[in-house]
């Protein structure tokens, strides 16, 4: 599992999208992912510049939750988006 905290993920610009209704087709490669508003919405902010902490604060005011319920969201969907490919993260390494 990897910690978040510090950590500035960045989406791979490499990708094919197809939205329908509330959901997004993001293809990779040879990959299908199927990604709902929120966690397009997180993947949208993985641009290499903000941390995990700051996406929950934006997706807290966005959809009304508290931050700290945001957070665990975040940290799931990040955790979806890296092992799914779609996200590189910085030199830290994992935890």
């Known amino acids: 599992m990897i910690d978040w905290t510090d950590r500035t ?13 509330d959901e997004t087709a993001v293809y990779h490669g040879d990959s299908l992912h199927i990604l709902n508003a ?13 941390h995990a902490g700051e996406m929950a604060q934006a997706i807290a005011e966005v959809t009304g939750l508290d931050v700290a319920s945001a957070e665990i969201d975040v940290r799931r969907a990040l ?14 390494g994992e935890e």
Do not use: F, H, M
Request: proline share 2%; charged share 20%.
């Open 79 to 92: 955790d979806d988006l890296y092992s799914g490919g779609l996200i590189t993260i910085d030199e830290g």
């Open 38 to 50: 929120s966690a397009l919405a997180i993947w949208e902010l993985c641009d290499g510049a903000t």
């Open 9 to 21: 993920p960045q989406n791979v610009g490499e990708v094919w999208t197809r939205r329908s209704g």
